[in-house]
């Protein structure tokens, strides 16, 4: 089987590389300098005949080319257009969680500064502002301070901090309790979770400064076991998938659960319609089921009758970042070290934000905000979290950053300090 993965990111290079296991060929579109198998630039994916085609960012998720892929009879892992609007929209996923009787936060969304201060004015001492669009992970202000919230209102909805994508506004009450990340793969009736996994969204060590594209991952997470995930299928995922075919969406992809366990219970943050990034650097590397059987199943509308399977062995990613990020980011420094890297037992690495330099096979230059993510294996999360740093320290660039505390506290240590 060929398989086209279409996007340039560390996901696009995790998911190449674990499709590659059991697929007989794995092309990538883009892809960068630093992925196996990429096209490059200026060619259209619809044009790259192939078995199989999984698409990973959400901005071509959200634009439908998927419709355009399977328009062409190709059997694709992603929703369409209308599928795509559970993330390409946060004000139409909140109102298909309403419908669909999915735990979320309270909200409200607006167009007018006014009127979405005045709902800011019913909440709590914690308030959560979101622009409705896309943002790369980075639209999403959490914060005590209500005169920051509302400068954040004005700035979104004025078009100065993300375009149209801001120019309306969610504002949610803020909840409490530590985050979960659950990947359903999706044939449009049914639905399978994999391994769970915890992202570090926040720039900064111990959750501080703004929201990135995500700093970092970890999988398994302790104190997520089976019944949680299979309370997250049962008042989360299936029925959101029930809601999506009362509305004539044949939804097979991913439906990406960003959950939070709170004092209340589980309840739903928002949805992807893709693959997470991080996420996916530590759930797909864990696999010991056949990757390409189960998406190409979904892409069929027939999932396999055999769950996916995972190691014993957890998992650890870090996002290494470049100066700047996830502002203005500085470019263009050569990567040394990433030969001393790989020789740590149990990493990989995989490439985002990377370009090549001219007449000098192998070598990268830095390219992108988060520029390669350092994944590691080990017996249990205390050691591939010491392969991971161990790895990481041997990288580097000028401005070259990551946080020291990927993993450092986990589910079960902020569940037990909630008591």
Not at 18 to 39: E, F, K, Q
Not at 268 to 278: C, L, S
Request: aromatic share 4%.
């Amino acid at each position: 089987m060929k398989v086209l993965v279409v996007g340039a990111g560390g996901r696009e290079h995790t998911l190449a590389s674990v499709l590659a296991r059991t697929a007989d060929d794995v092309v990538v579109c883009p892809g960068n300098a630093g992925i196996p198998g990429s096209t490059g630039p200026g060619v259209d994916p619809v044009d790259i005949p192939a078995d199989l085609v999984v698409i990973g960012p959400d901005a071509e998720v959200v634009a439908g080319l998927a419709d355009r892929v399977r328009a062409r009879g190709r059997a694709v892992f992603a929703p369409g257009a209308e599928g795509g609007r559970i993330e390409g929209s946060k004000q139409w996923m909140k109102e298909l969680l309403v419908e669909a009787g999915v735990p979320t936060a309270r909200y409200g969304s607006f167009t007018d500064p006014d009127e979405a201060i005045a709902f800011l004015d019913t909440l709590g001492d914690l308030f959560v502002v979101k622009t409705d669009g896309l943002a790369a992970g980075k639209g999403v202000l959490v914060t005590t301070d209500r005169s920051e919230a509302v400068d954040d209102v004005r700035a979104k909805l004025a078009g100065e901090a993300f375009g149209d994508a801001g120019r309306r506004v969610v504002i949610e009450e803020g909840l409490l309790g530590p985050e979960l990340s659950v990947l359903a793969v999706c044939d449009g009736r049914d639905a399978v979770a994999l391994a769970p996994s915890q992202d570090h969204k926040r720039v900064g060590d111990g959750d501080t400064g703004p929201n990135t594209g995500g700093m970092g991952a970890y999988s398994p997470v302790p104190g997520v076991g089976d019944d949680v995930v299979g309370e997250v299928m049962d008042t989360a995922v299936l029925p959101t998938l029930r809601a999506l075919r009362t509305r004539g969406i044949d939804y097979r992809g991913v439906l990406y659960g960003g959950l939070m366990l709170t004092p209340d219970g589980l309840k739903v943050i928002e949805y992807n319609a893709r693959f997470g990034d991080p996420e996916a650097q530590v759930v797909l590397p864990r696999m010991t089921s056949d990757l390409t059987a189960l998406l190409a199943g979904a892409a069929a509308g027939r999932l396999p009758s055999e769950p996916p399977t995972f190691a014993a062995e957890a998992a650890v990613t870090l996002a290494c970042c470049v100066e700047g990020y996830p502002g203005t980011a500085r470019t263009g420094d050569r990567i040394d070290g990433l030969a001393e890297a790989l020789a740590v037992e149990g990493v990989e690495l995989f490439f985002a934000g990377v370009t090549a330099v001219e007449d000098e096979p192998g070598a990268l230059l830095t390219g992108g905000g988060r520029v390669l993510h350092v994944t590691a294996l080990g017996p249990d999360l205390a050691a591939a979290r010491q392969r991971a740093y161990e790895a990481a320290s041997r990288i580097s660039w000028p401005g070259m950053f990551y946080r020291s505390d990927i993993a450092a506290v986990t589910v079960a240590d902020q569940l037990g300090a909630r008591g």
